[in-house]
């Protein structure tokens, strides 16, 4: 749910006027009448609630059905990974509508409490450690009893990552003994920060830019394949997090792997619906292979909808802080954040990847003005910013 009571009770105080659909949030274990309360508006239907509407807040991407259902010139906020859909982009350009994305988000410290992939992130992780904990027929932790010691699971966690530090964080607590591996030298020491080992496999580290690992390629992944194998095959558990944004996740264990772990052991794919980690993950599916049971987590956040929506919905609030000023939508385009998610800019596609991908010519990249002096640090001793922190590194 993209907007629950507690943030529709905001925007209304800011002179915002909210529009729900009747029984939009009830998965998410919210009522109607708590809208209502909030300042919203509870409409019948979805046509009603899009009726007028300057700004449409969502999760996913809308279909080609529902964009034609939205007013002319609307804008939209939600998770649209554009080039994983470029026929509902074109389809919204030609609705001269706005479309910001927020998976495109810069990733700075000012937009830190707008980072729902990170928000969601945190769910699915702990979502992913509870699936294991179900998963397995073995405790997680460690029991000593009269008729003798139940040894701890041991769980690998494969990514290191917002998701995957989050499902190592929850194996913990759940007492599980805990290994992880990511390609980012960056992530040993949070790693160990949660408690647990990091691996290490001797390969050269692929630290991207903004958090993110660099793509790998083919040669480098077969070798860490080849690494792994060990650890998989001597795991109860194999936690799966590892994506690259906008393309097919990487293939961390193949089929020959799952065949190396003693029946019984449990796979929780966390990449599953981008073509999974696992060579024989099937998405929204347990499958069974030799005895290893290989879960194929599908959007693992709607499995936690209360505290998931809660956290999007905050992200999305103070996004539009960005977008509304004295209650009127007036977006900052040269707002670094605002321009970075911008997908669509009144019908035209200014998300130079996604305008290549549906045919059109890109946007002319800005250049500086060269009247002006190059800026120069206060002190003159300063080498520079190295940057801001990252947010949620995805391996």
């Given amino acids: 749910m993209a907007i629950v009571p507690e943030v529709a009770a905001k925007l209304a105080a800011g002179g915002i006027g909210v529009s729900v659909e009747a029984g939009a949030g009830s998965e998410a274990r919210f009522a109607d009448e708590e809208y209502r309360l909030a300042g919203a508006t509870v409409e019948p239907d979805a046509a009603s609630t899009l009726r007028g509407a300057d700004l449409v807040a969502r999760v996913q991407p809308p279909s080609l059905d529902e964009v034609r259902a939205m007013p002319d010139g609307v804008s939209i906020v939600s998770f649209l990974q554009p080039l994983a859909a470029p026929e509902v982009v074109g389809a919204l350009a030609k609705k001269g509508a706005t479309v910001y994305s927020l998976d495109l988000l810069p990733r700075i410290s000012r937009a830190q409490s707008m980072d ?69 030298a960056a992530a040993k020491e949070e790693v160990q920060s949660l408690g647990a080992q990091f691996v290490e496999l001797g390969l050269e580290t692929q630290d ?51 065949d190396g772990m003693a029946p019984g052991s449990v796979i929780i794919d966390m990449a599953a619906d981008s073509g999974g980690n ?93 009247a002006d002096p190059p800026a120069t640090p206060t002190d003159p001793g300063d080498p520079g910013d190295p940057g801001d922190p990252p947010m949620e590194e995805t391996p």
């Fill in 116 to 184: 729902a992939l990170s928000s969601q992130a945190t769910v699915a992780g702990y979502r992913a450690g509870l699936a294991a904990a179900e998963h397995l027929a073995k405790f997680f932790p460690m029991f000593m009893t009269a008729a003798g010691t139940v040894p701890p699971a041991k769980v690998l966690v494969m990514g290191a990552g917002v998701a995957g530090l989050q499902a190592i964080a929850t194996a913990r607590r759940l007492g599980a003994v805990v290994r992880a591996y990511d390609v980012r």
């Fill in 208 to 258: 991207g830019a903004g958090g993110y690992a660099k793509e790998q390629s083919a040669d480098t992944l077969a070798r860490q394949q080849e690494l792994l194998a060990a650890e998989v095959a001597a795991a109860d558990v194999v936690i799966t997090t590892a994506q690259i944004p906008g393309r097919r996740a990487p293939v961390l264990v193949t089929a020959a792997m799952v």
């Fill in 278 to 370: 696992c060579e024989l993950s099937v998405a929204g599916e347990d499958i069974e292979a030799g005895g290893v049971t290989i879960v194929g987590l599908s959007n693992p956040p709607a499995a936690m909808p209360t505290h998931a929506s809660f956290l999007y919905a905050r992200n999305i609030a103070n996004f539009l802080a960005l977008l509304v000023h004295d209650g009127q939508l007036a977006p900052d385009v040269e707002d670094e954040i605002v321009a970075g998610t911008c997908v669509v800019r009144d019908g035209v596609v200014v998300h130079a990847a996604t305008a290549e991908a549906l045919g059109l010519t890109p946007p002319p990249v800005p250049t500086p003005d060269v």
